[in-house]
């Protein structure tokens, strides 16, 4: 029988995508210049030449059949060894091969540790403004999300709410830093207050709440911004990445959970991902992918267009009248709108302007807008006259 | 916290995996004369040329943003219209893109159409022998799976025990031909009375039932065999496919759901399966692999090996005196131990005589092992006088 849940939900496409998909259509019926698009979040930059090449020898020199054979459950044993290696390299960590489990993205890495660190019922918190997809992730388990509102001063964390909202039920914590949206990466300060606060909680309830990081967007830090290595300062922790933005290989589904070696069973968390795969229908990544990024794992695709893109952006906005914080990496930026209603913002401009952003409704954040900034710098110079109009408008 | 149910699974190993394991440690101690492992289905021929060709073409000429970049939540496009072709040439059918939904391998497409068509508390039926991971694929879902007992005269469906075990929960049936572990492949009159009872039952109880078809071997059929399109004889149908044998890419990661065009909601269920990924995890295949594979979907790599060893390892079998029903495709043969206990039988072999087999236990059908002959033929010819050792010890 059909199953009524995802049938319902196959009508409701998500407001990102909605905006998406106009901008599609307004671009075929005008042409492609009626519309500068800003909702989706898909690197702009090519791979690095390094990572075609390793492709490229891996298919002309290596045996097929062990090329494209089966990965082992728990993932290619060289793939995970290297990655160990480049994090203990660039971090100062401790991990072994056996800590590494390659993913399907960091999607496949978050549903793994939700599942290895939650079970039905419990409560996983994360904060405002987040990605809007957290919420199939926690509730695909059987957990409850909580979320804890935006400090809307600084998009770091709003520890007084944070206290308010812990319960025993809390299992997992769920950051996203460097943040989509808000472009803020969490600083030092932050995470330790963080981490000091989960160590006191632990106490209190008698049992592990582990931290999972949510972190595709690392290796996209702008000069100057301070940016811990996450997982170093609290040890129930479960890092989550994914090679789609710092490759520009997010078609690719290549991605990894790291367990921190500190953490309390951490032998057991990988071995615990491959049982849970069997249940999610999760299958290790692409042999081929997972051999290929081994020899560029310290690499990454000119990031740096990112940067100039924000630099430009973010100046413009200012000089404007938006209030915004500045992004320290990503490739967003989440000014306030300049009236109240961010939703009746976003269809104007996108409706009149041809300017597609996304309403922070979607991040539970309102009141904002999400600008995604991966796109040519020729298309921000346009911009920018247009977001000058519609502030004028409002203002 | 840790989950207590995932954690608990560590340590159980599957039956398979501890013969494979066993394998690997006494090659490693004794040499890799010592043992004779077939208890692995992993394919031993290589991809096809034409499909290393087709992956070095698109990196050699595509650009590399599109080419590695998002694919759609529901899949390329041109993917989905050559699969839908493929099939249609191949096999009359009415596929449009939009009923197609490339999945990581055939686990991917399976743990969609569970949950596109059962509700936690349903009951899916499968029939024994079968592919151990059912169990995790049906349970993961929230239905309970209810195995159909063995016909072990020919290992085609037993109806009567079928009809027995029937009741209004049942949702789906789920059927595997070419069948892991028999080898064996459903008869035209199989699937048309399994249709025609299914058909009754659905107007019996008011409620569609869904026959979810994993032809992961499809293309490997031996001379002969009769090997009818399931999905032709029954419009409520799913066909869960795999390029993992048939291009030899398991590691890959790279099959599709095919919904019946005839089905009820056919149009939605692909985007039911979109909404369902978001909850389990799962992403699209690999941009680079959905592309690779459109030029090649008619072909396969050198499958002759397997009815080659097949012959040899059948005729030698039933000279010696096993009881074995004829396989009719895959790469896999079901004989009848030629003592009750089949463990303590394949216990034995595996320690005493180096050859690697797996007991029928595995597969819910005692007394019975299977023999994984995706090896070189020269293994098949040295296994031949263990096997005749190992009778004769019984008989």
């Known amino acids: ?25 307004r671009a ?16 702009s930059v090519p791979a690095p030449e390094s990572a075609t090449r390793a ?25 995970k060894a290297a990655i160990a290696a480049s994090l203990n390299r660039r971090f100062g960590m401790d991990y072994k091969a056996e800590h590494i489990f390659p993913t399907s993205g960091a999607a496949g890495a978050l549903s793994h540790a939700l599942r290895a660190v939650t079970k039905p019922g419990d409560t996983v918190i994360t904060f405002a403004p987040y990605f809007p997809e957290y919420i199939p992730y926690v509730t695909g388990t ?12 600084s998009f770091q964390i709003n520890f007084k709410k944070l206290e308010e909202l812990f319960t025993p039920e809390v299992s997992a914590i769920l950051i996203n830093s460097p943040n989509n949206p808000s472009g803020i990466v969490y600083t030092t300060a932050t995470i330790e207050r963080l981490a000091a606060l989960m160590t006191k909680k632990q106490e209190e309830y008698g049992h592990e709440i582990f931290l999972i990081t949510d972190e595709p967007y690392r290796e996209i830090v702008f000069e ?46 990988v071995p615990m991902c491959g049982q849970i795969s069997r249940f999610t229908g999760h299958n290790c990544p692409s042999s081929l992918m997972q051999r290929a990024i081994e020899p560029v794992l310290d690499e990454t695709s000119d990031l740096s267009i990112y940067e100039r893109n924000a630099v430009l952006l973010y100046d413009a906005l200012t000089r404007i009248g938006y209030s ?6 990503t490739f967003y930026m989440f000014p306030k709108a300049p009236v109240e209603d961010a939703n009746e913002f976003c269809w104007t401009a996108a409706k009149e302007l041809g300017l597609i952003i996304v309403p922070g409704d979607s991040f ?32």
Do not use: W
């Open 55 to 79: 492709m490229q020898t891996l298919l002309a020199e290596e045996d097929p059949v062990t090329l494209h054979g089966y990965s082992p459950t728990l993932g290619q044993p060289t793939t």
């Open 142 to 153: 059987g957990a409850k999300l909580v979320v804890v509102p935006a400090d809307i001063s």
């Open 1 to 25: 029988m059909i199953n009524a849940f995802y049938k319902e939900m196959t009508g409701k496409e998500s407001v990102i995508r909605q905006f998406f998909d106009y901008s599609r259509k």
């Open 28 to 43: 075929t019926e005008l042409g492609p210049d009626s519309v500068l698009n800003f909702s989706i979040g898909n690197p």
């Open 364 to 395: 539970e954040c309102p009141g904002h807008f999400r600008i995604s900034y991966c796109v040519p710098t020729e298309q921000i110079e346009r911009a920018i006259p247009l977001f000058e109009e519609l502030f004028r408008r409002y203002a």
């Open 324 to 329: 915004v914080v500045k992004p320290g990496g």
């Open 224 to 269: 100057g911004t301070d940016s811990p290595f996450i997982s170093k300062f609290y040890d129930n922790s479960l890092c989550c990445y994914s090679f789609s933005k710092s490759l520009s290989l997010p078609g690719e589904r290549i991605g990894y959970l790291a367990v921190n070696p500190k953490a309390v069973d951490a032998e057991k968390i």
